[in-house]
């Protein structure tokens, strides 16, 4: 399962790479077809101005409809949302457009040395498609439109000159493109390392390493922005205090690895236990807070604390015979305060009240009857 799971990680981050790079080339394959726009038509210009009579009527059509499809291209990649994970295909069909433009120049001015600029389109799509697929679609384009020219030549010298050409320029082409795809790939891979980093640093300086939860920074950066909220819209704000009872007597016996566990149980039993639009944080040791959002009364503080001592009470630890619970101390803004110091040693105050109840009502229970035995709880664990 480990393996597979690499193996899955390994393939999300080849995807996240081939996303990025395709988003890094789509500006660069815009560019590009807007550039060969231009030149085409500059193209069916010239043929007209410059070419002979037999042919310059033929060779100015192909090279404007070559210009006319790029540009509907163009409008269309530049309009339509979307279509940058086709990056490469649109990438492959503007080069495509490039070597039939070529191709029928070649076979209406019948100069076989005309071939060569397919070079300058095998060269092209080297920069252009940061793909080793499509790059090598386009290269069998090249390759087939040699393999055709050469077989009309005669001249064996002219054959060798020309072969020995073409070949060094797809050489010379695939070594662009890989050094240009791996250059890609490897930049992107480094922006993705950094970006998960950076995260993972954000995260480290806002929650707790062990539970997940908010930390005490974060907690009291969005206790400050939901009072200013409250202040303005004349609402109001509920905090709950919550500290595990027996947590140290519970760590001395059964360790602190159990102690850990027991703390992310109880932060996962939490998280569940609030609303979406509240925020649970481990405050330190074995205490949690809870900011409440759009609360009227206390009654709405008193359900809410209900909601997580069900949540606790579900808690159970195989081999072992421990029960969670927690003294929840509440406080409503602004009643019971009304700056965030207040607030906060309000709720601090309460909770510290029910603990010491619950402390006391655990040691009455523990005192000896009138027969001289001991009736202990079950969870009892007094700090």
Not at 201 to 229: K, P, S, V
Request: charged share 20%; with cysteine; net charge negative.
């Amino acid at each position: 399962m480990r393996e597979v799971a690499v193996r899955a990680g390994d393939h999300t981050e080849r995807e996240a790479i081939e996303r990025a790079v395709r988003g890094t080339a789509w500006s660069g394959i815009q560019a590009v077809c807007l550039g060969l726009v231009g030149l085409y038509g500059l193209f069916a210009v010239s043929h007209l101005a410059l070419l002979p009579d037999g042919i310059r009527t033929s060779m100015a059509i192909v090279a404007g409809a070559t210009s006319i499809a790029l540009l509907a291209t163009w409008t269309v990649i530049t309009r339509v949302d979307g279509l940058v994970r086709f990056a490469f295909p649109i990438a492959f069909g503007i080069v495509s457009l490039a070597w039939f433009n070529s191709w029928i120049h070649l076979h209406l001015s019948g100069d076989i040395l005309e071939s060569t600029n397919l070079i300058l389109v095998l060269i092209g799509a080297s920069f252009f498609i940061p793909s080793a697929r499509w790059f090598g679609g386009a290269g069998a384009l090249v390759i087939v439109s040699w393999a055709v020219t050469s077989s009309t030549m005669r001249d064996q010298d002219a054959y060798g000159h020309f072969v020995f050409a073409m070949v060094s320029a797809l050489v010379l082409a695939g070594l662009i493109q890989w050094v240009r795809t791996r250059s890609l790939n490897e930049t992107q891979q480094l922006r993705l390392i950094s970006e998960a980093q950076r995260k993972e640093l954000e995260l480290l300086a806002t929650h707790d390493f062990l539970t997940g939860l908010a930390n005490r920074r974060l907690f009291l950066e969005r206790l400050e922005l939901a009072m200013a909220d409250s202040k303005r819209t004349k609402g109001r704000l509920g905090l709950l205090f919550l500290d595990l009872d027996g947590f140290k007597s519970l760590n001395d016996t059964f360790g602190h690895a159990f102690g850990d566990e027991v703390l992310k149980v109880a932060a996962d039993r939490l998280g569940e236990a609030i609303r979406e639009t509240d925020l649970a944080a481990r405050l330190g040791g074995d205490e949690f807070g809870v900011l409440l959002t759009h609360v009227h009364t206390t009654v709405d503080l008193d359900i809410a604390s209900e909601r997580i001592r069900m949540a606790f009470a579900g808690i159970t630890f195989p081999g072992k015979d421990v029960v969670v619970e927690a003294s929840i101390g509440t406080a409503i803004y602004p009643d019971d305060g009304e700056t965030a110091e207040a607030f906060f040693d309000a709720a601090d105050t309460e909770m510290y009240r029910m603990k010491r109840e619950r402390q006391a009502a655990t040691e009455a229970y523990e005192k000896p009857n009138t027969s001289g035995t001991t009736t202990t709880t079950a969870n009892a664990h007094p700090e």
